[in-house]
T-cell receptor, first 112, second 118 residues
């Protein structure tokens, strides 16, 4: 079936390095993508989003890249900090409902 | 703190039982969403309500039902519970009903209810 998937289950980086978390999606009709961060014991928290008519969007220390040709989404975190340690999910919205379809998640571990 | 509250925080029950999970959305939000997070299935959308009406349905079992009340709080009812229903159940809320990039539609998640079925 259709899904939003993540390439790696765990990513370990050194504090201060840049992190890149990847996500693949299979539905070329998807028009909106979101990255969420989930810390232990908490609900998902919005990080950044991107529409399908864009290929890049920047936030504070985070950048999302969208490659529609290969149906690939990535989240780049600059100067990764210990507080960035969490599970990161990509999600997509299809159609005009708020139904979020989540990927499996990547655990980001930041080593001091 | 997202402004979305969920009760109870933890729930332990036995197979075959019925439980009710409660969600209070952020003030002013009309949409409520329910998601299930389990180790094997990840985060799965269950159902969405907007201003008291069901708007979208996902992978929600027939043993599960939900409703949104006039004061906009929502309840998720899980019956004939099975071991596999053990999971985290999240509620989210947004102002609007549709997906899309605007603050009107951003979903804010509650802290979740951890359900353990023994």
């Amino acid at each position: 079936g259709e899904s939003v998937g993540l390439h790696l289950p765990t990513l370990s980086v050194q504090e201060g390095d840049n992190s890149i978390i990847n996500c693949a999606y299979s539905n070329s009709a998807s028009d909106y993508f979101i990255w969420y961060k989930q810390e232990s014991g908490k609900g998902p928290q919005f990080i950044i989003d991107i529409r399908s008519n864009m290929d890049k969007r920047q936030g504070q220390r985070v950048t999302v890249l969208l490659n529609k040709t290969v149906k690939h989404l990535s989240l780049q975190i600059a100067a990764t900090q210990p507080g960035d340690s969490a599970v990161y999910f990509c999600a997509e919205i299809r159609g005009n409902t708020g139904k979020l379809i989540f990927g499996q998640g990547t655990t980001l571990q930041v080593k001091p | 703190d997202s402004g979305v509250t969920q009760t109870p925080k933890h729930l332990i029950t036995a197979t075959g039982q019925r439980v009710t999970l409660r969600c209070s959305p952020r003030s002013g939000d009309l949409s409520v969403y329910w998601y299930q997070q389990s180790l094997d299935q990840g985060l799965q959308f269950l159902i969405q309500y907007y201003n008291g009406e069901e708007r979208a349905k996902g992978n929600i079992l027939e043993r599960f039902s939900a409703q949104q009340f006039p004061d906009l709080h929502s309840e998720l009812n899980l019956s004939s519970l099975e071991l596999g229903d053990s999971a985290l159940y999240f509620c989210a809320s947004s102002v609007g009903l549709a997906g899309g990039p605007s603050s009107y539609n951003e979903q804010f998640f509650g802290p979740g209810t951890r359900l353990t079925v023994l």
